[in-house]
């Protein structure tokens, strides 16, 4: 059984427990770590604490293979690349190569189907037109699905979120079996946006849900405030953050009728201004008053969006 929870323990104490998959923490780093936790560069906003996904009643192994580092249960896997500054000044070609190497490596240890990315990069708005970080990270990933033969229909859950310091990273879980992509009646699908948004649109899906040994899962992807296409409620804080809750709520309304079992364990919210941080956390404190919810400072895809927000269910 898959779970998630937040801890203020060290990433060396948390991986001493037998059933850790992987510790990700959040401060101003974004290196391969010694301790094994995956550095995300991010810094959350309160008290320091890393996130951990694990498995229950399973012993995990652990390895590296090209720059690739993984942890592994008997049906998932949890695979990390790291980006270099150096890296990240072309971070098309460097995402095209980093995404490459993850999905041979995921094919390789036998989970080929992965239903779980994120992505912190660097400076995510910089650039004009084409040229902007996000826009080339894009067309890098896409590159890379295409040379896998990855269909937009397989395009898994994912978060792309920018930090504040140097070098990226990539990781993802992966399973041993398929995972159904969800779309979201009210927006675009995310692989078909139109010209305006770059000339590769973002690949990836608006929630996965997996069922593992009997156990429904259910990822919903970095949601902001978009109907359709285009963003709404520019300037509005309050505004944008109705119109991503009820993006999220459509999206458990959608997989309860599919049948997904599964209830919400976790939230992440990322705020673009720290100033935000009191009305967001207000905010979700009312609407999901007992699920445990981290804040991190990060620059969200488009720099008219204050706020993304992902969720994990269990």
Known sequence: MLFNYFSSDSPSDLYKLRETLAVVNFNTDCVASPDGAISSGLRIFGEPVNEVWGIRGESIEHGQTGRCSWRQSSEIICAAIWLSADECADIEASTQDAYAEILATLSSQGYPYP???W?????????DGDQEEYKKFCSGRLQAFRQTNLAEESFPAASA??????GGVVYVLSSKHTGIHHKNQLQTDAYKYPRQYGANSPSFARATSITVENQDLFFISGTASIIGHKTMAVGDLK???DTTVNNIQHLIDHAKQEGCAASLKTIKAYIRHEQDLATCKAFLETRFPDTPTIFLHADVCRDDLLVEIECFFG
């Open 161 to 166: 979120l920018g930090h504040h310091t140097h």
């Open 239 to 241: 505004g944008q953050l």
């Open 119 to 127: 992505n912190y990069i660097p400076k995510i708005n910089h650039g």
């Open 115 to 117: 239903f779980r990315f």
